[in-house]
């Protein structure tokens, strides 16, 4: 191997470690015991929803692809869980949203078709399910991190919607989130917000409201100033 590539290669493990790291303390030092959450914003029926989604081992954030499988080709069960995660996400502190965001982005991330469970526990319920996500990546007093996680779980779910009125607020919600986080953000701060334009640019519609805020351009201009960056260059 030259040395040019090993030096691209050692550049790109470094970058790749660092946002592994990130998420790996979250799951080591952050891990919620369901059991202390308040009977004010879960029952024990959500507590089980969630706690057979994690993973038992020390660093181990999730639980086996078989068992999450398993639970999310079960209609009835999804939606369950799906309304477990919406309940959870009124909590207000921040540390427990990182928690619960990176968990269930990484589900969805995993298997993207997982967000039409929120689709349907919206027409379900008739909840809107959106603001639950925009309420956290509108704050300033949580994490780059945080509010990331929850704009791709928002663009997962919103990639499989269909233009209502409401879906048109919320493409523009999180659209104008993306631009202001690649308009301040370098490097590695740039993982979160491209993905979470990869999570919902495949809706046509959602597709439109970005071309008009000329995100294309935007894109460009990450290319330009992340040029040494090969996670950066590879999403953009």
Request: proline share 1%; net charge neutral.
């Amino acid at each position: 191997m030259s040395s040019a590539l090993k030096r691209d290669q050692k550049q790109f493990d470094e970058e790749h470690n660092a946002l592994m790291d990130d998420d790996f303390e979250v799951t080591t030092k952050k891990k919620i015991n369901w059991d202390n959450i308040s009977d004010q914003y879960i029952n024990n029926n959500d507590r089980l929803n969630l706690r057979q989604l994690q993973g038992t081992e020390l660093g181990e954030l999730l639980a086996p692809d078989a068992d999450i499988k398993a639970i999310f080709d079960d209609e009835e069960l999804s939606i369950s869980v799906a309304n477990s995660f919406i309940k959870v996400l009124e909590l207000r502190n921040p540390e427990q949203l990182t928690y619960i965001l990176l968990l269930l982005s990484t589900i969805l991330r995993n298997d993207d078709r997982r967000g039409q469970i929120f689709i349907k526990l919206s027409n379900k319920t008739n909840k809107e399910i959106i603001s639950s996500f925009s309420r956290v990546y509108v704050r300033d007093d949580i994490s780059s991190f945080c509010c990331g996680k929850s704009a791709i779980c928002a663009s997962i779910i919103l990639r499989w919607t269909k233009n209502t009125e409401n879906d048109i607020k919320n493409y523009k919600s999180l659209c104008s989130f993306i631009l202001r986080e690649f308009k301040k953000s370098k490097n590695d701060q740039l993982i979160s917000p491209l993905l979470a334009l990869k999570g919902c640019i495949n809706n046509k519609y959602f597709q439109n409201v970005f071309f008009n805020e000329n995100g294309i351009d935007k894109l460009s201009n990450i290319l330009f100033e992340n040029d040494n960056h090969r996670q950066v260059i590879y999403l953009t």
